[in-house]
């Protein structure tokens, strides 16, 4: 049997929709008035977004005058920590489950989830993979995404995971290494500028072990690495806050904009009477 084709024209169906038609004189008085309160409107998104900006710069200077002052005991970053890159894993050994592949967006918000990864038989990763088995406290960077971002492992369904290629597992390579100063370390100006260079010239953008191998990083005592990373964690911390709080009230007023917007087209207020503040009060939006 023949299937008979359905004949759409989504601009005919756009033709009949209704649409308010104010006088010619009230639409100016819309446009003008709209015009001054997105202006005001998108100004002030504007200074929220300069302030986040100013405010995450402020932060890591803070968080690498913290790490720099150390720079006199600088040591090959290979004598502190250990770092091992993931497997390369073909998907033909990917499973409907089994043992973890942690993907890089698994690396979420300064911790190692499940989210997204893959499945390995547990057989052969016992076999293959057991040395990248991931343990509690791992720190995991990726070699091509963000430059120093690190993850912890703090998940107890996370451990005994794989990470898939791209992602260095790093650990302590002596007992009085204190790990979160190393986080800070991985998040400085001091380590992003030795990496940026060790990448000159090459075909890909990212990292290894091979590149980790010639960093150099400063080495204090433990008292010390344990002062530099409070500082640091506080540092981070007041930006993250910040961020979170700059971008909640950017999603407000781009959500007033718009219901402004809707509320003066749709004749809900008097425009030539508003002063726009106020005026999308019970507003659905």
Known sequence: MRQRSVDFRPWETFARLPIPAPSLEEQRRIVDFLDAETTRIDQLIHLYRRFNKLTAERSQRVLDEAVEQWAGLQVPLRYIVRFREGPGIMATDFHPEGVPLIRISGLKQGEVTLNGCNFLDPDKAARQW???????????????????????????????????????????????????????????????????????????????????????????????????AVTAREALHHASNCNKLIKRQVALLSERRQALITAAVTGQFDVSTASGRNVTEGVAV
């Open 130 to 228: 057991s040395q990248f088995r991931l343990r509690m406290g791992d720190r995991l960077i990726s070699g091509s995404a963000t430059m120093g971002e690190v993850s912890v492992v703090r998940d107890p369904t996370v451990v005994g995971s794989v990470p898939y290629t791209g992602l260095i597992i790093l650990r302590p390579a002596q007992t009085d290494v204190n790990m979160e100063y190393m986080e800070a370390f991985l998040q400085s100006s001091l380590f992003s500028r030795q990496i940026d260079v060790l990448k000159t010239g090459a075909t890909m953008q990212h990292f290894g072990p091979t590149h980790l191998s010639q960093v150099r990083a400063p080495f204090p005592s433990p008292d010390a690495q344990r002062r530099t």
